[in-house]
């Protein structure tokens, strides 16, 4: 049999039942940039948290970055996706590679780093999405905390109670109740 006729044979197995199946399929969930308050995150910063999954220890936001500020130097305990909206920001250690709005960067687990928003006109804002643990270091190189998506979440949800602000359209995953 030739490698169409073989691809034909498998399909003509599932005719009148579509090949993808449907029955049970779950929804899109779509957050839109109002349902979501941003809230101080310390260091000239706010944070929108869009999505936690606790099963797999990843937790999506958008951060807002004022001109001129500098967070604390960390690492990941897992890899880091980012993609700036607006702005510019560097990683003091590498000060030639400029993230600007477009502009995508990975992470590998372990990178250790210190985010640089220079002196600009306007806020920078980026997307992150972070598995593991986000540990934060003094400049001995020992960790000071350590964040992870249970305590994003938490941190998040205590920070829009304390404004007043609801979540209820944060996209949470292996939460038990």
């Known amino acids: 049999m030739t490698p169409n006729h073989v691809v034909a044979e498998v399909f003509s197995q599932f005719a009148g039942r579509g090949i993808v199946p449907t029955s049970g399929a779950r929804e899109a969930v779509h957050i839109g940039e109002a349902d979501l308050p941003y809230v ?81 006109d306007g806020v920078t804002e980026a997307w992150f999405a972070i598995w593991g643990a986000n540990v934060l270091l003094d400049d001995a190189g020992s960790p000071t905390a350590i964040v992870d998506a249970q305590r994003a979440l938490d941190v998040y949800r205590a920070f829009c109670r304390a404004q007043g602000t609801a979540y209820d359209r944060l996209l949470v995953i292996g939460e038990s109740k």
């Open 40 to 120: 101080y995150a310390g260091e000239g910063s706010e944070i929108q948290l869009l999505h936690v999954d606790l099963h797999q220890g990843l937790w999506i936001s958008k951060t807002r970055f004022q001109p001129g500020i500098e967070i604390a130097r960390h690492f990941h305990t897992g890899c880091v996706f980012a993609v700036t909206l607006r702005g510019e920001w560097y990683y003091k250690e590498y000060p030639e590679s400029v993230n600007r709005a477009g502009s995508y960067l990975f992470e590998p687990a372990g990178s250790v780093h210190t985010l640089v928003v220079p002196e600009q």
